[in-house]
T-cell receptor, first 112, second 115 residues
Framework: SQQGEEDPQALSIQEGENATMNCSYK?????LQWYRQNSGRGLVHLIL?????REKHSGRLRVTLDTSKKSSSLLITASRAADTASYFC????????????FGKGTSLLVTP | DTEVTQTPKHLVMGMTNKKSLKCEQH?????MYWYKQKAKKPPELMFV???????INESVPSRFSPECPNSSLLNLHLHALQPEDSALYLC??????????????FGQGTRLTVV
């Protein structure tokens, strides 16, 4: 099974700015998921993008996937203080079984 | 109902105690997971159950013993833990395809302290 590698490890922006975080992975995937965990400890699923999709939107979130480069990006537009959290990408493939493995994540701080 | 409920929320136990963590979901999901998360670290996968059968054990010490009595319940039995086992324990569930194809729903976790 594999896990994603998020970059940067930490990101600090002001409210209203956009936040972009990147993810790289090593082997072929069926899909790639993004999760968020805030200090209140809950892990929440944000978006799933399948290997045959290139871009997906959900509210203020935009996810891209480039399978040729084995990379994905998450863009949060017009950030809010409530977006402060850790963000994880989780690639899953046929060799992952049922495993969902988390990398170190990107820690996003949005200041008022 | 899209909730995964974990009990208790907090647990303090001695190294000679036996305790259990419980996880429940009523979404009809057939894959359930246990994760361990230390402070400022990502969640680490411990166990995965698929259709009530253990499908993944990530080389977890035998002092942690999972159990899936039915499709809605997942337990983690704890015995003779060490202080370094203190962590947040997260439970999750997902549909038939497991985490490969569908999102996982996470509980709020049990904060475990071993003294």
């Amino acid at each position: 099974s594999q896990q994603g590698e998020e970059d940067p490890q930490a990101l600090s922006i002001q409210e209203g700015e956009n936040a972009t975080m990147n993810c790289s992975y090593k082997t072929s995937i069926n899909n790639l998921q993004w999760y968020r965990q805030n200090s209140g400890r809950g892990l929440v699923h944000l978006i799933l993008i399948r290997s045959n999709e290139r871009e997906k939107h959900s509210g203020r979130l935009r996810v891209t996937l480039d399978t040729s480069k084995k990379s994905s990006s998450l863009l949060i537009t017009a950030s809010r203080a409530a977006d402060t959290a850790s963000y994880f990408c989780v690639p899953t493939g046929s060799n992952s079984g049922y495993a969902l493995n988390f990398g170190k994540g990107t820690s996003l701080l949005v200041t008022p | 109902d899209t909730e995964v409920t974990q009990t208790p929320k907090h647990l303090v136990m001695g190294m000679t105690n036996k305790k259990s963590l419980k996880c429940e979901q009523h979404m009809g999901h057939r894959a359930m997971y246990w994760y361990k998360q230390k402070a400022k670290k990502p969640p680490e996968l411990m166990f995965v159950y698929s259709y009530e059968k253990l499908s993944i054990n990530e080389s977890v010490p035998s002092r942690f013993s999972p159990e899936c009595p039915n499709s809605s319940l997942l337990n983690l039995h704890l015995h003779a833990l060490q202080p370094e086992d203190s962590a947040l324990y997260l439970c999750a569930s997902s549909q038939d395809g497991g985490g490969r194809d569908t999102e996982a729903f996470f509980g709020q976790g049990t904060r475990l302290t071993v003294v």
